[in-house]
């Protein structure tokens, strides 16, 4: 079973977002991010965190509707989503994507891509979609193949230190495994070369972010019955 964790932050306009969605997905509203799934016709089936950006009308209608609430206090030392993606891990949850966690706040955005790599989520597939982007982390011994088109953007970012024995296939400028130094801006705005990329790390963390380059009519004309999601393996 997919775990949809919708945030609230800024999603990106449009209908995008129900590319992510499917019949049967647990859904899981971050404080306001909770009315933000009522906005698109979605009732979470539970609603996590201070619940201080909720509206009192969007939670009435949630607890109309019998969800869970799992209230956190104002004061504490993890974000509401940090507490979405730990109960989603807890709950078993394999294949978790992540909605409006971009936009608004520099700082709960940077921090938001950054859970990516929590040591729980690890051995799990997790990414943040938002309009035509989408993110994921790598971590040593994994790959991720990219399903897109050519000219679509596939930037790597080491977190945390070097991230050594990387080797990208698909790509206008291959990397073949290599060592991408923390902090410096080699593996921005690469682009993939064909329908499929490869991303494969041997030591370290890469942030994988793929920046789709049409528009969702396009896409699906090209890839119509196909799964849109980049895939996730560990070795």
């Given at each position: 079973m997919r775990t949809?964790?919708?945030?609230?932050?800024?999603?990106?306009?449009?209908?995008?977002?129900?590319?992510?969605?499917?019949?049967?997905?647990?859904?899981?509203g971050v404080d306001g991010g909770a009315s933000q799934a009522l906005a698109?016709?979605?009732?979470?089936?539970?609603?996590?965190?201070?619940?201080?950006s909720l509206p009192s009308p969007a939670r009435a209608v949630?607890?109309?509707?019998?969800?869970?609430?799992?209230?956190h206090p104002r004061a504490k030392d993890e974000t509401d989503l940090e507490l979405a993606l730990s109960y989603a891990a807890e709950q078993g949850a394999d294949d978790i994507v992540i909605l409006g966690?971009?936009?608004?706040?520099?700082?709960?955005?940077?921090?938001?891509?950054?859970?990516?790599?929590?040591?729980?989520?690890?051995?799990?597939?997790?990414?943040i979609v938002d309009g035509l982007e989408e993110a994921l982390v790598l971590r040593s011994g994994q790959d991720v193949l990219l399903r897109g088109l050519p000219g679509d953007l596939?930037?790597?970012?080491?977190?945390?230190?070097?991230?050594?024995?990387?080797?990208?296939?698909?790509?206008?400028?291959?990397?073949?495994?290599?060592?991408?130094?923390?902090?410096?801006?080699r593996g921005v705005s690469n682009e993939m070369t064909g329908a499929e990329a490869t991303?494969?790390?041997?030591?370290?963390?890469?942030?994988?972010?793929?920046?789709?380059?049409?528009?969702?009519?396009e896409r699906v004309g090209h890839q119509r019955g196909d799964h849109l999601a980049s895939g996730f393996a560990g070795r």
């Open positions: 949809v964790i919708i945030a609230g932050g800024q999603p990106h306009a449009g209908e995008g977002w129900r590319r992510w969605v499917q019949q049967g997905d647990r859904i899981i698109w016709g979605l009732v979470p089936h539970v609603v996590i965190g201070d619940l201080d949630l607890e109309a509707q019998g969800g869970q609430f799992l209230v966690a971009l936009g608004g706040r520099l700082d709960h955005t940077l921090a938001n891509v950054l859970l990516l790599a929590l040591p729980q989520l690890a051995r799990r597939s997790v990414r596939v930037s790597l970012l080491p977190l945390g230190g070097d991230a050594h024995g990387v080797t990208a296939t698909g790509l206008a400028w291959p990397l073949r495994n290599e060592t991408l130094r923390f902090a410096f801006s991303v494969v790390v041997h030591e370290g963390l890469v942030l994988v972010v793929h920046r789709h380059m049409v528009v969702e009519e």
